[in-house]
């Protein structure tokens, strides 16, 4: 099942150039897998944070946050676990390029 597909249109086919930055936080006890920079509608997010999140089994939040040197709030996709590789996979194998994805440490 292809995790990304929401509707009749392919949501990750888009035109424009964009970079998708993966990072982990550990707030408390646990490591978070963070992500920020979809441009994207956000009901077409929300429904791939869904998607992303029943793939790999765990919780997470979608909500704006300040990150990095933005001058304003980005929408962050927070995952309970720490699933860097699987999340870059899978955006490798839904059409995102290479290049887009940038992974903080």
């Known amino acids: 099942m292809d995790f990304f597909n929401i509707n009749d249109n392919d ?3 888009v035109e424009k150039e964009y970079k998708i930055y993966i990072w982990t936080r550990k707030p408390k006890k646990t490591i978070n897998t963070c992500m920020s920079g979809w ?4 009901k077409e997010l929300k429904e ?3 998607n992303m999140k029943k793939k790999l089994g765990c919780s997470g939040t979608l909500k704006k946050e300040e990150i990095f040197d933005f001058d304003n ?3 962050v996709f ?5 699933c860097i590789s699987e999340i870059k996979s899978m955006l ?3 059409g995102i390029n290479e290049k887009n994805i940038i992974i903080k440490v």
């Not at 441009?39 to 956000?42: F, G, K, L, P, V």
């Not at 927070?78 to 720490?82: A, D, E, H, R």
């Open 39 to 42: 441009d994207i509608d956000i």
């Open 92 to 94: 490798l194998s839904n």
């Open 73 to 75: 709030k980005q929408l």
């Open 48 to 50: 791939i944070h869904k």
């Open 78 to 82: 927070t995952l309970s676990c720490n």
């Open 11 to 13: 949501i990750m086919k």
